[in-house]
């Protein structure tokens, strides 16, 4: 039997990155809505808002601790199974991951053990303070691995010296033509990806007849904050396509399944294609519109796969992972808006929406890979667009020890991931069991005192 050590070494990476991606995108948003439960908190005094804030911070700390263990596994990769690239592009690539670790990660570090465990220990103001940092340092984390996958897809502000990249304009080399777009592609996506976890989990715990105020302060942020973030992600996604169709578009008739050049091209919505036939079976498509939304032009222009005979990405899987993107926030919308009009109008949810809500609580996930998939896969065959081939990056390891630690890592991460989903729901059945995080009222600022008639009972 042979393994191919470019194939294996591929797949590797896609487990650890898949893996791995899933907990940053949850911290980057959960770390803002934990800042705005807390500032609710402090300017209303309700109760609600410091019990959701504790229940959700467990959710936090827990999303962390993998997304910080996965992380490191996965910059070992680097070294191990891709050498080329760190050697070609390590001038480049090492001061980004640097400057992540230095502003982002340390900032995160540093102030987490206060916000997880300083709320009895330090005023108020503090571990306001330390929560906002938090949910800054997740930010600027996304900020420089975004920078780094950015110019790796549309490279900019470097110079070729001695066979090796080196950055000439940093400027250039940080704000790449496609970063600005992809960021605010992606924090919008870990808006979503959290909305759904707040609604999803908190609808779970509504139909297993808890009904204390901390339980709808979550359900009712989840919905809502995914109501309002899925059409500004419509809007970012087509602004990003747009980028995308200007500097790679080879990944764009991969996405659209388009074989040929030419104007006033259809909007493929389902179909197999066929990379050695180059036709897609079962098509369906309605003629035009393909060119209006990339082009903005029924009659625009669009290029084909036919125009990158030699050097273009593997059809089939680009085509699939961006309709199940696609599909997927179209339900998002509905669900969320259908929900939200359903709180708004009835201050309540049908039994089967709250079902679901439950179901969909990792749908953000899903469109996140399937997203993930199309931006990295429809890069192929580049690592670094234009200037370094992914096959000539790759170490030189035997194919048996490259397959050999695959089976390790996908055993290992689908136990964790099962291990982490367990124990989110876990901690949803026992939520009313822990007691709130409560703070000291500060010495210079007193809390606003809460009526007995008015306090908040944690079950109704």
């Known amino acids: 039997m042979s393994f191919d050590p470019f194939i294996l070494s591929r797949l590797q990476f896609a487990a650890n990155i898949s893996f791995h991606i899933l907990f940053p995108t949850i911290t980057i948003g959960l770390a803002w809505v934990l800042v705005?439960?807390?500032?609710?908190?402090?300017?209303s005094g309700e109760e609600r808002w410091m019990l959701a804030y504790g229940f959700w911070v467990k959710v936090f700390a827990?999303?962390?601790?993998?997304?910080?263990?996965?992380?490191?596994?996965?910059?070992?990769?680097?070294?191990?199974?891709w050498p080329g690239f760190m050697d070609f592009a390590g001038n480049i690539a090492g001061p980004l991951l640097a400057y992540e670790v230095l502003t982002a990660f340390f900032l995160e570090a540093t102030f987490l053990g206060i916000m997880l465990f300083g709320s009895r220990r330090v005023s108020p103001a503090v571990h306001t303070g330390a929560t906002i940092l938090v949910a800054v340092g997740t930010t600027l984390s996304a900020f420089?691995?975004?920078?780094?996958?950015?110019?790796?897809?549309?490279?900019?502000?470097?110079?070729?010296?001695?066979?090796?990249?080196?950055?000439?304009?940093?400027?250039?080399?940080?704000?790449?033509?496609?970063?600005?777009?992809?960021?605010?592609?992606?924090?919008?996506?870990?808006?979503?990806?959290?909305a759904f976890l707040l609604a999803g989990i908190s609808a779970y715990r509504w139909l297993r007849g808890d009904r204390c105020l901390e339980m709808a302060a979550g359900l009712r942020t989840g919905v809502y904050l995914a109501a309002m973030l899925i059409p500004l992600q419509i809007i970012a996604g087509d602004l990003h396509g747009l980028n995308t169709l200007r500097h790679q578009p080879a990944k764009i008739a991969a996405m659209e399944g388009i074989w040929t050049t030419g104007r006033g091209v259809p909007a493929v919505l389902f179909g197999w294609p066929d990379e050695i036939e180059k036709k897609t079976y079962g098509e369906v498509?309605?003629?035009?519109?393909?060119?209006?939304?990339?082009?903005?032009?029924?009659e625009g222009e669009v290029q084909g796969i036919d125009a990158f005979p030699d050097l273009h990405p593997p059809v089939l899987p680009v085509f699939l992972a961006f309709r199940v993107m696609v599909g997927t926030g179209v339900l998002m919308l509905l669900v969320s808006w259908l929900a939200a009009w359903n709180l708004i109008?009835?201050?309540?949810?049908?039994?089967?929406?709250?079902?679901?809500?439950?179901?969909?609580?990792?749908?953000?996930?899903?469109?996140?890979?399937?997203?993930?998939?199309?931006?990295?896969?429809?890069r192929q065959p580049w690592l670094i667009s234009g200037l370094l081939l992914t096959r000539d990056a790759v170490s030189n390891v035997p194919g048996e020890m490259v397959g050999l630690s695959l089976a390790g890592y996908v055993g290992l991460y689908g136990f964790l991931l099962l291990s982490y989903i367990s124990v989110l729901f876990y901690l949803a059945r026992r939520a009313s069991d822990y007691p709130p995080p409560a703070e000291p009222p500060a010495a210079e600022t007193p809390q606003p005192l809460i009526p007995d008639d008015s306090k908040e009972p944690r079950h109704g």
């Open 285 to 298: 498509a309605i003629p035009r519109l393909g060119s209006f939304y990339l082009t903005h032009d029924f």
């Open 345 to 378: 109008r009835r201050a309540s949810l049908p039994t089967w929406l709250a079902r679901v809500l439950v179901a969909m609580t990792f749908s953000g996930w899903i469109a996140l890979l399937a997203g993930w998939y199309v931006t990295e896969i429809g």
């Open 36 to 43: 705005y439960f807390k500032l609710r908190y402090r300017h």
């Open 144 to 194: 420089w691995i975004l920078a780094l996958n950015s110019w790796m897809q549309t490279p900019a502000g470097y110079a070729l010296i001695d066979g090796r990249l080196h950055g000439v304009d940093w400027l250039a080399v940080i704000f790449n033509p496609s970063f600005p777009y992809r960021l605010v592609h992606t924090l919008i996506a870990s808006g979503l990806t959290v």
């Open 62 to 81: 827990l999303s962390f601790g993998l997304g910080v263990v996965s992380g490191v596994t996965m910059s070992f990769q680097f070294g191990t199974n």
